[in-house]
């Protein structure tokens, strides 16, 4: 069962999930299309985040 947190503890996470790709695969990407790119940042960022939360355990 997914780890519940809460929804700000969940958007921190996406910020910061988001963040560290931005800075990671902007090199690599500097020729897609800005709009193309913060979608494929997007789309990745939330799918590490779901990730996350299905194999984190419940702390406590």
Known sequence: MPYNITDRARAERLDTIRDELLERIRPVCALM????????VESMAAIQLKYELRTSQPTG
């Open 33 to 40: 299309p800005h709009n193309l790119f913060l979608e494929l």
